[in-house]
């Protein structure tokens, strides 16, 4: 099966602080993305990813930054955290190609106090 | 509007009953997903369709492309289906555009 694996499914953190999400796939995938997840709003997407250092911004990208590195490997990064980026956050990976289904991580819950 | 309608918003039945939820959209899409997410945030996709039907165990998915419009139904439904489903449109070549979710719950 594959696999999406966030680091971590809860995490608090201070305002102000640089946070690291980490996502990795082992499928290898080309396509890597980033969306949070807020009552309501539904999921939004805040970066995606179609190679190796390759980033595009989604919908919602002020905020964040986002680092691949590694074709296996996506990580968002909060470079100054804020409570108004209280949320979930899930990955999803996926083959190039419209054809190609997704794979979801199971999720950070990120509370910025 | 948004793009992608789910209806209902919200749905209680009884274990047993046959369940269906509708997804319509209103943008060109290349293929539809239909999604699960269980408390505690996890995501597992159900189906991905792009034309005519697919079923998987209790689950059936159908898509009209013409009426821009997919149902996913649940036979004999049990509380453990109680989650939120989501439906999802692929636009161009990767972008997914999601619907608000329907949050279900099968009391016994």
């Known amino acids: 099966d594959v696999k999406v694996t966030q680091s971590s499914r809860y995490l608090v953190k201070r305002t102000g602080e640089k946070v690291f999400l980490e996502c990795v796939q082992d499928?290898?995938?080309?396509?890597m993305f980033w969306y949070r997840q807020d009552p309501g709003l539904g999921l939004r997407l805040i970066y995606f990813?179609?190679?190796?250092?390759?980033?595009e911004k989604g919908d919602i990208p002020e905020g964040y930054s986002v680092s691949r590195e590694k074709k296996e490997r996506f990580s968002l990064i909060l470079e100054s955290a804020s409570t108004n980026q209280t949320s979930m956050y899930l990955c999803?990976?996926?083959?190039?190609?419209?054809?190609?289904?997704?794979?979801f991580g199971s999720g950070t819950r990120l509370t910025v106090v | 509007k948004n793009e992608v309608e789910q209806s209902p918003q919200n749905l209680t039945a009884q274990e047993g009953e046959f369940i269906t939820i509708n997804c319509s959209y209103s943008v060109g899409i290349s293929a539809l997903h239909w999604l699960q997410q269980h408390p505690g945030g996890g995501i597992v996709s159900l189906f991905m369709?792009?034309?005519g039907k697919k079923k998987h165990g209790r689950l059936i998915a159908t898509i009209n492309i013409q009426e821009k419009h997919s149902s996913l139904h649940i036979t004999a439904s049990h509380p453990r289906d109680s989650a939120v489903y989501i439906c999802a449109v692929i636009q161009g070549a990767q972008k997914l555009v999601f619907g608000q979710g329907t949050r279900l719950t099968i009391n016994p």
């Open positions: 499928m290898d995938h080309e396509n």
């Open positions: 990813s179609y190679d190796v250092k390759m980033k």
């Open positions: 999803a990976s996926s083959f190039a190609g419209p054809s190609y289904g997704y794979t």
């Open positions: 369709l792009s034309s």
